[in-house]
C-alpha cells in the first residue's frame, strides 16, 4: 500500500523560507514521477515541481528559481525547498507519486496525472 506523508509547512512572513518533506513508503516503482502541488482556497489545484526517476526537474514558471525540488532514494523522501516566499505562495500542498514509463521526455512528470497522493501541509506567507 502506497503512503505519502507531507511535513514541514507552516508560517512565514514574505521573504523566508520553509522546507516541505514528503515521506513515501510502500512506492517500489523502478521508473516513476513524483511532484508537489498547492491549491489556495477558492483556486483550482496547480503543479509547482516534479522530478523523474533520472532526478530531471521541472518547475512552474511562478515557482523558477525560488523552489527546488529533491528525492533522496536512500530515505524515501521527496522535499521542496522553498525561498523566497510571497504572499501568492499560500495554498495546501500536496506530495504525489506514481509509476511512469520508462525513458519519458523531460516534463512528462510535470504533466501528468496521479493516483498516490498525501493529505497535504499548509503553507501560509503573510505580507
Known amino acids: 500500500q502506497v503512503q505519502l506523508v507531507e511535513s514541514g509547512g507552516g508560517s512565514v512572513q514574505a521573504g523566508g523560507s520553509l522546507r516541505l518533506s514528503c515521506s513515501v513508503s510502500?512506492?517500489?516503482?523502478?521508473?516513476?514521477?513524483m511532484g508537489w502541488f498547492r491549491q489556495a482556497p477558492g483556486k483550482e489545484r496547480e503543479g509547482v515541481a516534479a522530478?523523474?526517476?533520472?532526478?530531471?526537474?521541472s518547475y512552474a514558471d511562478s515557482v523558477k528559481g525560488r523552489f527546488t525540488i529533491s528525492k533522496d532514494n536512500a530515505k524515501y523522501t521527496l522535499d521542496l525547498q522553498m525561498n523566497s516566499l510571497k504572499p501568492e505562495d499560500t495554498a495546501m500542498y500536496y506530495c504525489?507519486?506514481?509509476?511512469?514509463?520508462?525513458?519519458?521526455?523531460?516534463?512528462?512528470?510535470?504533466?501528468?496525472?496521479?493516483?498516490?497522493w498525501g493529505q497535504g501541509t499548509q503553507v501560509t506567507v503573510s505580507s
Open positions: 522530478i523523474d526517476s533520472d532526478g530531471r526537474t
Open positions: 504525489a507519486a506514481d509509476q511512469s514509463p520508462p525513458f519519458v521526455g523531460r516534463g512528462y512528470c510535470y504533466h501528468r496525472d496521479y493516483n498516490y
Open positions: 510502500g512506492f517500489t516503482y523502478r521508473y516513476y514521477c
